[in-house]
């Protein structure tokens, strides 16, 4: 028990990837997670390109694991309309891989502002018309899109949606509803630890995610003193975010969903991977 | 002229003396000031001391200079009473040395996270708590208390206020006015375009501020890519911050005060001290 949650299921863990990037092939996670009981993973991309989709879904459907995610669509803004519809036709294109997988999402890295300038408020207008786009295709695909908003650390180059609430505005503008009607769920949110630890309005802007936009649950840990902007995040409980209270607060929205293990560490990518899945099992039972 | 804004006047570029602190001590500073026409100053106590108090502000006189802030009060939470209590009393002498130099304000670094714990909500209860007990002492010696939010990446560790609206919530706190009423000035905040810039509320949150609590205006810019949490902070016009648009924005609420150029940067601080102030000079009129 922490703090008078009861500690999560063990069946709710998903792995992501990025967490063992360097060690491992999609191949070879899909057998760890097997191998280690983690019911839940979560592609990247390169890795699912590598491996093809096909006999990715394969693979994972034979393992009887649940996609809890692809990573990742996004990165909508570009210097002219060429480039944006160039970026639109690839996340059609992840949209279709995500369908093939059976995923229950795909995740949003909406992309940061367009090269040699200094827009951020016309990157901010490509995301929310670029999303309003893709949402259509996604859509007809019954594919949920889960906009994932960044550390504001990465808005100049990663994702210029900084926050639960900007997302969730976006939300709003591109699925319009009937005053009281219940949000689709084609349309919401992924909630990272790592991105949203900070937010002074954290427990509130939860509750604005409400249940069905709710879409993906993604931990790790926020190390002091953090030594890199992209490959220093910590392991549950090495950090300071509190995450059973952040557990709470999705649960306390109805999420029972996938809790997924995402972390970019140099450190973590140096160790033996079994090691690293055996240590993710203990502490999203002990730290999460 | 930038997007229709005049370029700003010379006379309101101030020096915070972070900008040079590996080569100059603030006796160096303040005659370099005089030298190239800069006339504002900012020191960190950390020169302040070691020139003493009495005889920076005696030199400062000597050149005619405004002191548009002491950096830094700050660093509220504690594990304990008496290392609150002992903030605190740092915190009032920080406001003595600040009136002794004619400041026009503190600058408040509130502090982070409690080491060994958890508890971002602690802390920012520590953070208010302690700011309301200081500002009784501040309003005794004239002293305005400027909050300044930083960066969501010093959340853990410097600073757990990390927008505008948190710290504008905290004047609310300890500066209760009737309804209507104009803020006394006595608590506002500081805005940092580092600090700021990416977030999606900004011109609302600025024009929240007002002109009374607007205390003071930092500007340097976010390089892409930053290769470092503390130490890779941009010259105005390298980075990605629109700066004419959010001066207009803080003059668009009357501000009319000093623009502080405040840039932690290990690049910076190994150039020739003159060149790195002719360049400030430069891009304070050409790109801010």
Redesign the interface.
Known sequence: MMGGLAAPSPDLLSLNTATVAKQWNLRQMIAACAHHGVRGISPWRDKLAELGVKEAARLIREHDLTVTGLCRGGMFPAADAAGRRAALEDNRRAVDDAATLGSQCLVLVVG??V?G????VGA?RMVQDGIAELLEHARACNMPLAIEPL???Y???RA????I??AL?ICDAVEPRAQGAAPSGAIGVAVDAYHV????DLAQAIRRIGRERLLAYHICD?L????D?LLDRGMMGD????LPALRGMVEGQGYRGFHEVEIFSTHWWQLDPDEVMRTIKDRHQRCS
Chains 1, 2 share one sequence.
């Open positions: 940061g502002i090269p300038t200094k827009d951020l901010r550390h504001p650390m808005c100049a180059d210029c949606v900084n926050t609430d900007q505005d630890w900070w937010d002074p926020w002091v003193p953090t030594r902007l950090g300071v975010i509190d």
